[in-house]
């Protein structure tokens, strides 16, 4: 991470503009969220323009993606994974005797394939899981209650269990 000082002032000395200086201090920069650059996300059942929350974890060791499920029977899947690493994949809905499936592609290095088997009727949470190119399991959720079906009983606020400690999403 850094942190960027601009000192903006530039000095004029006999007629000649000398260039702003910039400072960086390793470790102090800002974070900004990806996630404010996706687009609107609007559940519309049988329509293409259908648009739901997607979530999963990438092994246990805390890594986790955060992004949506745009289409209907079939579409695309955008968004980020914590680190800030942009994904996108495309998925298709499962029939009676097969599952739903769905493939990622987070920046040049990482892929991942899951294999949806699971609905959650009461939130109408899908749940699937595959593995990605690092050998890691995967497990996957999306519906637009995703974040009802995430928030325990005992809990007020939804978490991934991505990791040795639950992580909090909203």
Not at 1 to 7: E, G, K, P, S
Not at 39 to 50: G, L, R, W
Not at 113 to 121: C, I, S
Request: glycine share 12%.
């Amino acid at each position: 991470m850094r942190f960027v000082i601009i000192f903006a002032g530039a000095l004029t000395m006999a007629g000649q503009t000398l260039a702003s200086d910039r400072l960086e201090l390793e470790g102090l920069t800002p974070e900004t969220n990806p996630q404010t650059a996706m687009p609107v996300c609007e559940n519309i059942p049988f329509d293409k323009a259908n648009c739901v929350r997607a979530l999963a974890c990438l092994g246990s060791d805390g890594v986790y993606f955060d992004g949506q499920a745009h289409g209907w029977d079939t579409g695309i899947v955008i968004g980020y994974l914590n680190d800030g690493t942009a994904c996108e994949g495309n998925w298709v809905a499962g029939g009676t005797d097969t599952p739903g499936r769905a493939s990622l592609q987070c920046g040049a290095d990482l892929e991942a394939n899951v294999l949806y088997h699971t609905l959650d009727n009461e939130t109408g949470t899908v749940i699937g899981s595959g593995t990605d190119s690092l050998g890691r399991e995967i497990t996957v959720w999306s519906g637009e209650k995703v974040l009802q079906f995430l928030t325990g009983p005992d809990d007020d606020s939804p978490a991934l269990p991505c990791g040795p400690a639950p992580i909090p999403i909203s």
